[in-house]
T-cell receptor
Framework: DGGITQSPKYLFRKEGQNVTLSCEQN?????MYWYRQDPGQGLRLIYY???????QKGDIAEGYSVSREKKESFPLTVTSAQKNPTAFYLC?????????????FGPGTRLTVL | GQSLEQPSEVTAVEGAIVQINCTYQ??????LSWYQQHDGGAPTFLSY????GLEETGRFSSFLSRSDSYGYLLLQELQMKDSASYFC????????????FGGGTRVLVKP
């Protein structure tokens, strides 16, 4: 089955620690995205990548880092510089160009900083 | 930059019709999308309007007026399973399929 997987589903972290969230897709999509969602709020874009080995900052990139070494993988690292990292993190992918307007989302990772 | 406004919450009974409005301000506009998200779940795509007019998909329809920077999602014959949050999102074509999302409208369907 094609889709997007994120792991882990729940993640707990101590203050001052970096943590990496996994995102894998087998949809053969070029573009991938990371969003943050706070309770009762919309999705805010952290980083996105339209092709392997290239990525751009979104609206709230500070305190986060990403890599895109493979087409199917787009891991997100939440660094200790992120002042309020507790949130629901969603990864998405889409085809690029033309009518590729639909983004497909993974199940999300809920990060809690203790 | 982009900004989108939509109501925070709507309540309706089963079988009713609900309209969720979305107004936007953008520096570049290539289309308006709608996503549904159940509590704790992932957003799922509902519809996309690039041109003015109404798009119908089963019980859900979406409308766009580019001259008014306005769109809406119409939910008909409401069912309990339609209780969810609904987000409008603007596509910034200058950066591929990058989307900016509104804050979401929580729809509560009552028996």
């Amino acid at each position: 089955d094609g889709g997007i997987t994120q792991s882990p589903k729940y993640l707990f972290r101590k203050e001052g620690q970096n943590v990496t969230l996994s995102c894998e897709q087998n949809l053969n999509h070029d573009a991938m995205y990371w969003y943050r969602q706070d309770p009762g709020q919309g999705l805010r874009l952290i980083y996105y990548s339209q092709i392997v080995n290239d990525f751009q900052k979104g609206d709230i990139a500070e305190g986060y880092s990403v890599s895109r070494e493979k087409k199917e993988s787009f891991p997100l690292t939440v660094t200790s510089a992120q002042k309020n990292p507790t949130a629901f993190y969603l990864c998405a992918s889409s085809p690029t160009g033309g009518a590729g307007n639909e983004q497909f989302f993974g199940p999300g990772t809920r990060l809690t900083v203790l | 930059g982009q900004s989108l406004e939509q109501p925070s919450e709507v309540t309706a009974v089963e079988g009713a019709i609900v309209q969720i409005n979305c107004t936007y301000q953008t520096s570049g506009f290539y289309g308006l999308s709608w996503y549904q998200q159940h509590d704790g779940g992932a957003p799922t795509f509902l519809s996309y309007n690039a041109l003015d007019g109404l798009e119908e998909t089963g019980r859900f329809s979406s409308f766009l007026s580019r001259s008014d920077s306005y769109g809406y999602l119409l939910l008909q014959e409401l069912q309990m399973k339609d209780s969810a949050s609904y987000f409008c999102a603007v596509r910034d074509g200058a950066a591929g399929n990058k989307l900016t999302f509104g804050g979401g409208t929580r729809v509560l369907v009552k028996p």
